[in-house]
């Protein structure tokens, strides 16, 4: 073990059992500053430690990533792992090759970006969590193997590194202690962003060498191209659970609403995180609720690949996120709507309306917009009547990095939140300047081992400190809800593992949920609370 | 002579390099979108970090532009390092000593050359109160003598502050290589060898007279330090393009064509063109994972 103080980038090829143990993290707000008041690390069991990657910092991230079993394997392992370095730099992957070179070429290692990283800050600034210790680390392979200067020179341009098994998966492991929130990188004044780095290792293990955490690969996008979804829903299922849905509405609110199925020719096709009908059912059915009461013309899709907007592969591998996202175009296009709109999901919304948007050529593509804008103009032409004092209780607002710093919706969702709640309030910092929820890149769907502990105690600890903060006035005030608004399903995911893992809700009533679910039950015409807290 | 020739060899490489360099990387496909917010073209939004996505069907609505915030933005991070002052202040002011002390110099080498042709045509540059002097004379005199004290101070300081910040500073040690000390050591090397060679008179007398040698091509007589000084800064003009000193390059790139670049792909632009263009190229690599091979190679994505 290393104190991390001593950590240097090239220590990832040392023989040690576990580089760095976290210890000292970053202090929680009140009431979670006091001992006691929060869960330690699990122990690290041997077992794990003997089947796959534990010695970057105690914590597997990879469970597709396991220990060679001879020399042969160890040797096989690292050459493929150095022809997808090469390949990064050729035109296999020419979708990213600018952007990359130029964070790869030009870090003057100034230090400027470091502080704007929740995880390092979180970790109590672990050097190994730095954004450039990875990057350099990546550096320094790529010098020692593909640059004249570093086969002559060396050490002396970098290129000092130790490369064998542990090496590479440490590197491996350590791609995933980024979150790819790419807050870091608007702080870099040479513009360099070192989340393109962090997935560009992800991309060379998926993409070359066939290893990818099992949530975000084997049951995530190859499940969705199999079965139309990554929660494995086929379309009989997912048809059964809407018509349970209906029953359901009618029952509990007193609605007749029929979820409008494949209409040719609407306006809107609406495109939700088909995990929202597993985990959070009342987000769609708030969607279709305010869609009704609106009046607009919308559908939903019941093709294969057209009742999920997530696209995994944007965190790990660009070919699966490439046939994901066409086959979601297509979906649209068969239907022959004027336009996309995406439900409650951070990675869905840059997925769809940036990523995929240079995928294919405009010709018969269809548009594709965020569902904040329309809600806000719904709110905007009252065309819903709505009552402020029906959430007469406190809120906060989380900005999914997806929807906020990388596409720029900003406004819409604060809007509304002005106009539908009476006690709402900013975290710090917040719009752009947000933090990840640390659920960002695949973390809140990954739970492999011990990682959950890295995402509650370390990844997702600055958003709840900032939670805390938004809360203070009332936090330790139990009788006094409070909402935490987060409208993206993942962001709502990690919050809900942090609420439960801190005792949040049942010690201090603090919930979560969607934007939506706040404007149904700011609703005049409903006629008894949404929101189940509140009953 | 032979140093004149050096000096102009070593400019034409800088010019020559630079471009190469900006030339090459222009010259890169086409890649995914990676915009981050704020981008300062998103006209009465940039303040805030929004976008036209603000907008229910954007695509139907006129972007709305603005060039001149841009460039506002562009000239902040240029000439003041505005990231740099935002988010590290300490350092800033080390790097912002030798940015701007490296824009002076640039502006006094300038003065220099009109200095030169200006006594090369026959007129005196002198201070002002010698009768018969031209005001055009008088300023390239005060004038040379302002950015050159000034730009020699900040860049010397500079550039040795931030070699001892690399050595003394724990964190920035661990990430240092052997040759980026060499960069800044460098740079420190061929201003203080300048510093001493022009030091002696500080009205720059000297240096337009070597100057005017070199533009006439005529031969002059060299001591030891201003052979060296010619020679550092010849190495150090053909060396900076060829290193990460290069990133008044990269930097343009990284912000008008990444993180401020969200041209979106509608139908009938030029960005539709674009795309069409990049998704018929077939790529020479591929990918070897089982579940990629088994779908064929990859367009442009991000
Ligand atoms: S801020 Fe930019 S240049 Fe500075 S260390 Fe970070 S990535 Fe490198
Ligand atoms: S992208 Fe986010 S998580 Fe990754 S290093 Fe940067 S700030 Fe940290």
Known sequence: ?535 | MALAVFAYISMVLFIGITAYKARKLAQLPLHGRMELYPVPGEKGRHEYGGSYYEEAEWWKKPRELSKGTELKEMLKEMLFIKKLFENQRPLWWLSYALHLGIYFLAAWSVLIIAGAFTELAGLPVKAGAAAGTSLWAVLLYYLGIFTGVVGFALAAFGSGALFLRRVFDGTLKKYTTPQEYFNLLLVFAAVVSGLTVWGSDPTFGNARSVMAHVLSLTSFAAGPLLVLHVILVGVMFIYIPLSKMSHYVGKYFTFHKVLWENEPNVAGSEMEHKVKQALGYRPQNAWSAPHVKAAGAPAPEK
């Open chain 1, 1 to 535: 073990m290393i104190d991390h103080k001593d950590l240097r980038p090239k220590d990832l090829g040392n023989p040690d059992q576990q580089l760095i143990k976290l210890q000292e993290l970053m202090p929680l707000a009140a009431p979670y500053d006091k001992p006691g008041m929060e869960p330690d690390f699990k122990e690290i069991k041997d077992s794990w430690k003997e089947k796959y990657c534990a010695s970057l910092d105690g914590f597997v991230g990879i469970d597709t990533l396991i220990r060679p079993k001879s020399k042969e394997e160890e040797e096989e392992f690292v050459g493929k792992f150095l022809n997808g370095l090469e390949k990064i730099f050729s035109d296999a992957n020419n979708g990213v090759l600018q952007p990359l070179l130029l964070s790869f070429e030009y870090c003057a290692k100034c230090n400027t970006c470091s502080e704007a990283c929740h995880t390092f800050a979180a970790s109590g600034k672990n050097e190994l969590y730095r954004p450039i210790f990875r990057s350099e680390v990546l550096r320094k392979i790529a010098k020692k193997y593909f640059t004249t200067s570093g086969k002559f020179f060396g050490s002396l341009v970098g290129a000092d590194i130790d490369v064998n098994w542990e090496t590479v998966a440490r590197l491996g492991e350590l791609a995933y202690r980024c979150n790819l929130c790419r807050r870091c990188a608007q702080t870099c004044p040479l513009g360099l962003d070192n989340s393109i780095l962090a997935k560009e290792i992800r991309k060379i293990f998926s993409q070359e060498m066939g290893i990818a955490p099992n949530p975000l690969h084997e049951k995530g996008s190859m499940l969705q191209l199999k079965t139309g979804s990554s929660t494995g829903i086929t379309k009989p299922a997912f048809l059964d659970t809407l018509e349970f849905l209906e029953e359901d509405i009618e029952e509990k609110y007193g609605r007749k609403i029929k979820f409008p199925l494949d209409k040719k020719g609407a306006d809107i096709l609406l495109l939700h995180n088909a995990g929202e009908f597993m985990a959070w059912p009342e987000n769609p059915i708030a969607f279709a609720i305010l869609f009704e009461e609106a009046g607009l013309d919308w559908t939903l899709s019941s093709e294969m690949m057209g009742y999920d907007n997530v696209n995994y592969g944007l965190w790990y591998d660009d070919t699966q996120a490439k046939k994901i996202a066409l086959q979601q175009m297509r979906v649209a296009q068969e239907l022959g709507v004027n336009r996309i709109v995406i439900g409650e999901c951070g990675h869905a919304h840059k997925a769809s309306a940036i990523v995929a948007d240079r995928m294919a050529a405009a010709e018969g593509k269809i548009p594709v917009e965020s569902c904040l804008p329309i809600l806000w103009d719904m709110v905007r032409t009252n065309r819903l009547k709505l009552d402020p004092g029906k959430n007469n209780f406190p809120v906060t607002l989380h900005d999914p990095c997806n929807v906020v710093r990388q596409m720029g919706i900003v406004q819409p969702q604060r809007n509304i939140l002005k106009a539908i709640c009476t006690r709402f309030r900013e975290m710090t910092p917040h719009g752009v300047d947000n933090y990840c929820c640390g659920g960002g890149s695949g973390f809140a769907i990954m739970n492999h081992c011990n990682f959950s502990d890295f995402r509650n105690k370390v990844s997702a600890r600055m958003k709840f400190k900032q939670i805390l903060g938004a809360f203070q006035d009332t936090m330790e005030n139990s009788e006094v809800p409070k909402y935490v608004c987060a409208p993206c399903s993942n962001c709502k995911g990690t919050i809900r593992d942090i609420l439960e893992y801190y005792q949040a809700s049942a010690k201090f009533n603090v919930h979560f949920g969607g934007l939506v679910e706040l404007m149904v039950n700011a609703l005049v015409s409903m006629e008894k609370p949404f929101l189940e807290f509140l009953e």
